[in-house]
């Protein structure tokens, strides 16, 4: 029993420890590079604003989604809050902004991916501990 009991907290440890990680490090140059990047501090989240790729050529005619080019980068760097997750989001202005904090220096992808992978392994743990102290 106790020995179950400790595969299970270790295996729990093991789960959460990216998640106790207090600081991010982002890039802070539009060409992600590890020389340019910065431990944001705690609870800190990265940010990387695209713009995407118009839809029409210089002559207006229609570009089919492999014929455009790709998102625009234009800017990359910290951001105050940590927003728990990853998340995108299509402004008015037509741009897209994306924060991330899931592991460092995740503002380097070519297209943010929102992941809901933290939120499982959070949703496991709790399972796990529940059933440990049960």
């Known amino acids: 029993m106790l020995n179950s009991l400790a595969s299970h907290c270790t295996f729990l440890v093991i789960l959460l420890l990216p998640n106790l990680v207090l600081t991010t490090r982002c890039f802070t140059n539009l060409i992600p590079d590890k020389r340019f990047s910065a ?3 705690e609870s800190t989240s990265c940010l990387k604003v695209s713009k995407p790729p118009s839809l029409f050529n210089k002559y207006g005619e229609f570009l089919s ?5 790709g ?6 760097g910290c951001f105050v809050l ?8 299509n402004s008015q202005d037509g ?5 991330c904090s899931e592991r460092d220096l995740c503002n ?3 297209r943010l991916h929102v992941s ?6 959070s949703l496991v743990s709790l399972v796990l501990l529940n059933k440990a102290f049960n």
């Open 116 to 121: 809901r992978m933290s939120s499982l392994l």
């Open 108 to 110: 380097g992808e070519p």
């Open 65 to 69: 989604p492999d014929k455009r080019p």
């Open 95 to 99: 741009l897209e902004y994306c924060w």
């Open 39 to 41: 431990e944001c501090g």
């Open 71 to 76: 998102f625009t980068t234009l800017f990359r």
């Open 82 to 89: 940590d927003m728990q997750m990853d998340i995108c989001f």
